[in-house]
């Protein structure tokens, strides 16, 4: 059988905008997710500069001498806030705001990619995926 | 105390070496801050710390390049957080010195086999079934070769578990492993060059992260330390990433093979001379 010329140009334009249309939903979400990580980095970096300029402002140094001792993210989050409300440490609870918002980045990254692939795409799979490794992750944050 | 002038300028060439490598730069800053006198598990922290900085500064760009590939990078996920757990609790309870001459070795032998490959294109062909039910293929533009390159990725199942260890060796030596990310992501998924080495920053961050947390739990953490070594790092992968976009899949893969080489002899000295 001779393969009918015009269908199958109409074939050829029908699953090229197929494509077309799969490719702009993934753009939309390689910005978003592009975007999620660089504010997520800028806002950590600004954090820990600010705390930098503020302690030598304070105190001539560059240095941080505290530690922080067995207690997950939230805790520390936590404990920064409470010690900030009470004055005096605050470049301190900038720098460990900054380190917390580092470690929320890929955090968020995994969040959005789930409403992405749940929402968006309807792909049962890899929200499966993603919902198992956003499981894990809540699960390491909140260690003991 | 280790003072912020000297660790801030260290740490932008760490970050630069690590964001053209596809690696997070912890290569290259934990030796240093041994050297400087930091006990490795502090320094361990810190690195995995600084990781997440590098691997989510670069990965921002490569995303939005369109080169990585997301689906690649969740399923593949799944088996590297729980490997860094792992391998972060390994860390806290154990003395490591015998993994680092494994995994000198394990690299030392990538490394030939690397050398020996070549594929500019990644592959276009067959695929089996697990890996087609799971979807891994795409499509990135290629700056370099001025195209649209299509691939498929093959293999999943084996790449899992061995994506599994890539883990459990980023938690435990405070490394993001994306040399051993790009080997597998290469050698058994068959991705082309750039696609495999931006996935890999892009899982690098998320594997860091698990790792991270129970460094934090266990204390590890030195806000001082993590001051200028996460600045720094992050400055010298910016640079690094705007170079990488620019360059041909080959000129990645010897740089790269570069990388790996030094690598894999710092760890088997270490190992060996047991200077941890």
């Known amino acids: 059988m001779i393969p009918d010329p015009e269908s199958s140009a109409k074939?050829?334009?029908?699953?090229?905008?197929?494509?077309?249309?799969?490719?702009?939903?993934?753009?939309?979400?390689?910005?978003?997710v592009g975007y999620i990580l660089l504010i997520?980095?800028?806002?950590?970096?600004?954090?820990?500069?600010?705390?930098?300029?503020?302690?030598?402002?304070?105190?001539?140094?560059?240095?941080?001498d505290y530690r922080i001792a067995g207690m997950n993210l939230f805790q520390l989050l936590l404990n920064e806030i409470r010690l900030g409300m009470q004055g005096a440490l605050r470049p301190r609870l900038l720098l460990s705001l900054g380190i917390a918002m580092l470690m929320?980045?890929?955090?968020?990254?995994?969040?959005?990619?789930?409403?992405?692939?749940?929402?968006?795409?309807?792909?049962?799979?890899?929200?499966?995926?993603?919902?198992?490794?956003?499981?894990t992750l809540t699960y390491s944050l909140f260690l003991r | 105390?280790?003072?912020?002038?000297?660790?801030?300028?260290?740490?932008?060439?760490?970050?630069?070496?690590?964001?053209?490598?596809?690696?997070?730069?912890?290569?290259?800053?934990?030796?240093?801050?041994t050297l400087l006198g930091v006990d490795i598990k502090r320094a361990i922290a810190i690195s995995i710390l600084s990781v997440i900085a590098t691997s989510s500064g670069s990965a921002s760009a490569y995303i939005r390049d369109h080169i990585t590939n997301l689906k690649v990078g969740m399923f593949l996920e799944m088996f590297t957080i729980v490997g860094a757990l792992v391998g972060a609790k390994i860390t806290l309870a154990v003395s490591p010195k015998p993994l680092y001459i494994i995994f000198g070795l394990v690299?030392?032998?990538?490394?030939?086999?690397?050398?020996?490959?070549k594929d500019e294109m990644g592959h276009t062909g067959a695929q089996d079934r697990i890996t087609n039910w799971l979807e891994l293929e795409g499509s990135y533009p290629d700056q370099a070769l001025?195209?649209?390159?299509?691939y498929k990725a093959r293999r999943a199942y084996f790449g899992a578990p061995l994506m599994y260890l890539a883990g459990m060796i980023a938690g435990l030596l405070g490394i993001g492993a994306g040399a051993v990310k790009v080997l597998i992501h290469d050698l058994v998924m068959g991705l082309p060059p750039k696609v495999s080495t931006t996935t890999s920053n892009m899982i690098i961050g998320v594997t860091a992260l698990a790792g991270a947390s129970v460094y934090l739990?266990?204390?590890?953490?030195?806000?001082?330390?993590?001051?200028?070594?996460?600045?720094?790092?992050?400055?010298?992968?910016?640079?690094?990433?705007?170079?990488?976009?620019?360059?041909?899949?080959?000129?990645?893969?010897?740089?790269?093979?570069?990388?790996?080489?030094?690598?894999?002899?710092?760890?088997?000295?270490?190992?060996?001379?047991?200077?941890?």
């Open chain 1, 11 to 32: 074939k050829q334009i029908g699953s090229s905008a197929v494509e077309l249309g799969e490719t702009k939903q993934q753009f939309d979400m390689d910005a978003l």
């Open chain 1, 40 to 64: 997520g980095v800028l806002i950590s970096l600004a954090l820990v500069i600010a705390a930098l300029i503020w302690r030598w402002a304070d105190t001539r140094t560059l240095a941080f």
């Open chain 1, 104 to 135: 929320l980045t890929p955090y968020i990254r995994v969040l959005a990619s789930m409403v992405y692939f749940m929402v968006s795409l309807k792909n049962w799979k890899y929200s499966v995926f993603t919902a198992v490794v956003l499981l």
């Open chain 2, 107 to 117: 690299l030392l032998a990538s490394w030939l086999a690397l050398f020996a490959a």
């Open chain 2, 1 to 33: 105390m280790v003072s912020f002038e000297l660790l801030f300028p260290i740490s932008i060439v760490a970050g630069f070496i690590g964001a053209m490598a596809g690696m997070g730069g912890g290569v290259v800053i934990i030796p240093v801050l």
């Open chain 2, 217 to 276: 739990v266990a204390g590890l953490i030195d806000p001082g330390l993590a001051a200028p070594v996460i600045l720094g790092i992050a400055v010298g992968a910016f640079l690094g990433t705007r170079l990488l976009v620019r360059m041909s899949n080959q000129a990645v893969r010897r740089f790269f093979l570069f990388i790996l080489l030094i690598l894999a002899v710092e760890m088997i000295v270490r190992g060996v001379r047991g200077g941890l």
């Open chain 2, 146 to 150: 001025g195209q649209v390159v299509h």
